[in-house]
């Protein structure tokens, strides 16, 4: 879906060299696009962190999933994978046909201004959901012939919650038009320049972002008091987590 086009980047106001915003980054299959809405420079600054997500964590899924990217010649023909062989760990790079293509998300704590004790610069993690696609341990353990297999990853999780404020900033924007998001809360975060996100995203969500059989992720808007709140389920065709950004203080009806 494309939205009218804003004319100016909803990140610093600029109006020169417009680019199109992928709600969802594209990588992930987003349909969801504002177009001439991002300048160049707030563009390399938010593909930053959305590739340290995409070309780490969510790269097996994607694969996997057959997703869109920009440079298919560099599509990875395998992935790590720690396998026990006569009782010892090994790490071996497994061919994307017989490993075990998972998505791994963060559990999130409550948005820390829910909970006034909660230190400004964190972001509370409180476990780890995984869902396998395609194969399950046990029979990528038969393929492989092999005693157990590990799943192992540096999680760049402060890029994570950024990726998911800019998801949700662009859609408030998308669905109330840039003039009636007032003084957005995470917009310092998502350009690197606040190390508050934790106060404003987290696993705390009342409301479900409603399906959609053409969209492979899930986002809803809602209010709660004055605040604008953004409900955001990634892969929803498993049980995964639905966290929440609370995206302003304030809006316009």
Not at 39 to 67: A, D, I
Not at 148 to 170: C, H, Q
Not at 187 to 200: F, H, M, R
Request: charged share 20%; glycine share 10%; aromatic share 8%.
């Amino acid at each position: 879906m494309r939205y009218p086009s804003v004319g100016r980047c909803i990140y610093c106001g600029s109006t020169e060299g417009l680019t199109d915003e992928h709600i969802i980054p594209e990588g992930l299959h987003g349909p969801w696009v504002l177009p001439k809405s991002s300048c160049e420079t707030c563009s390399v600054e938010t593909g930053r962190f959305e590739q340290r997500v995409l070309r780490g964590p969510l790269w097996p899924p994607k694969t996997e999933l057959g997703l869109k990217t920009k440079r298919p010649r560099e599509r990875p023909q395998g992935f790590p994978l720690t396998v026990v062989r006569n009782g010892k760990r090994v790490r071996e790079n497994v061919p994307v046909g017989s490993n075990l293509p998972s998505v791994i998300l963060p559990l999130f704590g409550k948005p820390g201004f829910l909970t006034p004790s909660t230190p400004l610069n964190s972001i509370e993690i409180t476990g780890w959901y995984v869902g396998h696609i395609s194969r399950t341990p046990e029979q990528v353990k038969q393929e492989l012939g092999a005693e157990g297999v590990w799943i192992e990853t540096n999680y760049p999780v402060i890029d994570f919650a950024r990726m998911l404020a800019k998801i949700a900033y662009s859609y408030a924007v998308a669905q109330r038009g840039l003039d009636h998001v007032i003084a957005p809360l995470v917009l310092p975060g998502i350009l690197g320049k606040g190390n508050d996100l934790g106060q404003w995203v987290g696993c705390a969500s009342d409301a479900k972002p409603h399906p959609d059989p053409e969209a492979l992720h899930g986002l809803q808007m809602h209010t709660k008091g004055d605040y604008i709140a953004v409900a955001i389920q990634l892969f929803t065709f498993q049980p995964t987590p639905i966290y929440t950004v609370f995206v302003s203080r304030g809006h316009r009806a």
